[in-house]
C-alpha cells in the first residue's frame, strides 16, 4: 500500500514538473513571440518643418508593419550621436552634402540607405524688395544696413559652421543670429513687414517660400550647393529589422510632395497624423513598391 502510494505521489509530482516546464517553455516563446512583435523602432525629429511629412509617413507605415515607434526630439548633431550610439534608428531627413562630416564621423555604426529626394535648393535669402541685392558679394559694404546681422537655425545644426566660414570666407562684417527655425522666421518676418533689409537662411521644402516674397542670392564660392536629401539609419537596423530596413531602403518622396504637406500642417492647421496618412491612401501602390510586395 505504501509503495502504491509513493507511486502515485512521485507520478504526480513529475506531472506537475513537466507541466510547469512546458508552461514556462510556452510562457518563454509567448513572451520571446511578444518582444518580436512589439521591437521599437526610434527615429530622430529635428525641429525642421521638411522633417515632419517623412517621419510620420514611415512611423505609421512602420507601426502597421507591426513595430512600437518612438520619435526623438533633438537638434542635427545630437540625432547623429543618437543614431552613432544607437538610441535612433532612422532619420528621415539627413542633408547631403551638408551632413556629409556626420556622415563620415560615424561611418563606423551609420549608413546612407536611401535618397527622398534632389534639387532642394539652400542658402541666403532676402525678400525680393532688396532689389539691389540678388547675391552675397552685394551685401559686402552694404552690412550695416542688416544691423550687421545674418539670422540661421540652432546652434546645432551643421549648416550653422558653413554660414560663418561664408562670413569669414566673403569678409563680411556680419554676425549669425542663431535660434530655431521658428525663431529666425519670425524675426525675418518682424523685418519685411516694415520692407526693412533683412538676409537670413532658407531652403526648399518650405512654406517660407509659400509664404513670403523672398529670393535665394547668389553664392559663387561653393559653401551652398544643391542638396539632396536621404534617409540615414544605424547599422544595426537591417540585421534587427530586416523587413522595416527593407522598407526605408526603398524610400523616396518627391519634394513637391513634402512641401504641400508642410503647407497642410503649418498653414492649413492640419494634423500631422493625418496628412500623413492622407498621403498614404493616396499612394498605397507607391507604398507597396516600397515594402517590396
Not at 518580436?36 to 508593419?65: H, R
Not at 546652434?155 to 560663418?164: C, F, H, K, L, R
Not at 537670413?200 to 518650405?206: E, I, K, Q
Amino acid at each position: 500500500m505504501k509503495k502504491l502510494l509513493f507511486g502515485t505521489i512521485s507520478a504526480l509530482l513529475l506531472a506537475l514538473i513537466v507541466g510547469c516546464s512546458q508552461d514556462g517553455e510556452a510562457s518563454k516563446e509567448d513572451s520571446q513571440e511578444e518582444t518580436e512583435q512589439t521591437q521599437t523602432i526610434t527615429l530622430g525629429v529635428t525641429p525642421w518643418t521638411s522633417t515632419v511629412p517623412p517621419t510620420e509617413i514611415a512611423s505609421i507605415v512602420l507601426e502597421d508593419m507591426g513595430y512600437e515607434v518612438e520619435q526623438t526630439q533633438a537638434d542635427a548633431g545630437s540625432v547623429y550621436i543618437g543614431l552613432s550610439r544607437g538610441d535612433i534608428d532612422v532619420f528621415m531627413d539627413a542633408w547631403l552634402p551638408v551632413h556629409d562630416v556626420y556622415l563620415e564621423k560615424y561611418s563606423d555604426s551609420i549608413a546612407d540607405t536611401a535618397m527622398s529626394y534632389d534639387n532642394a535648393d539652400a542658402g541666403w535669402v532676402v525678400p525680393t524688395y532688396m532689389e539691389d541685392i540678388n547675391s552675397i558679394a552685394d551685401i559686402k559694404g552694404k552690412e550695416d544696413q542688416f544691423g550687421n546681422e545674418m539670422y540661421g537655425i540652432e546652434e546645432g545644426a551643421s549648416v550653422t559652421g558653413i554660414i560663418d566660414e561664408l562670413i569669414e570666407g566673403y569678409g563680411l562684417d556680419m554676425e549669425q543670429v542663431n535660434s530655431s527655425e521658428g525663431g529666425m522666421i519670425a524675426q525675418a518676418m518682424r523685418k519685411m513687414e516694415n520692407e526693412e533689409p533683412v538676409v537670413f537662411y532658407g531652403w526648399r521644402p518650405h512654406t517660407m517660400f509659400n509664404k513670403f516674397d523672398i529670393k535665394v542670392i547668389e553664392e559663387d564660392q561653393g559653401y551652398f550647393e544643391t542638396a539632396s536629401v536621404h534617409v540615414v539609419t544605424n547599422n544595426e537596423l537591417e540585421e534587427n529589422a530586416p523587413d522595416a530596413y527593407e522598407f526605408l531602403s526603398n524610400w523616396n518622396i518627391s519634394i513637391d510632395e513634402v512641401e504641400k504637406m508642410i503647407v497642410k500642417i503649418e498653414e492649413e492647421g492640419m494634423e500631422k497624423e493625418e496628412v500623413a496618412q492622407e498621403w498614404i491612401d493616396n499612394n498605397q501602390d507607391k507604398i507597396n513598391e516600397m515594402l517590396d510586395e
